[in-house]
Nanobody, 123 residues
Framework: QVQLVESGGGLVQAGGSLRLSCAAS????????MGWFRQPPGKERDLVAV????????YYADSVKGRFTISRDNAKNTVYLQMNSLKPEDTAVYYC????????????????WGQGTQVTVSS
């Protein structure tokens, strides 16, 4: 059974940092793109960042550029999202996505989704 399990969410004050992790199991994702999405309360799920299988970053949402960094460790089958200078508007459930091409993830059509982790930024 393939699973993507997110961790690292929580409550943080504005200006703080969090590092999200997404650990994959059941298959390797070394040849797949991975990404992070987020869904704020009452809103649609939006793409945050995408990273290719080589580690080259293919996309950041304008709202997170310069503050968030996506990375991956293929040896650990894990993708990360380092979030700095957090703002209240970053509050959302963050979802890991994996499998397929970067283009597929950018279309919100990955093969697999994680269950999500809550990030709450207080003002």
């Amino acid at each position: 059974q393939v699973q993507l399990v997110e961790s690292g969410g929580g409550l943080v004050q504005a200006g703080g940092s969090l590092r999200l992790s997404c650990a994959a199991s059941g298959r390797t994702f070394n040849s797949d793109a991975m990404g992070w999405f987020r869904q704020p309360p009452g809103k649609e799920r939006d793409l945050v960042a995408v990273i290719g299988w080589t580690g080259a970053v293919t996309y950041y949402a304008d709202s997170v550029k310069g503050r968030f960094t996506i990375s991956r460790d293929n040896a650990k089958n894990t993708v990360y999202l380092q979030m700095n200078s957090l703002k209240p508007e970053d509050t959302a459930v963050y979802y890991c996505a994996g499998g397929g091409s970067a283009a597929a993830i950018r279309r919100a059509s990955p093969t697999y989704w994680g269950q999500g982790t809550q990030v709450t930024v207080s003002s």
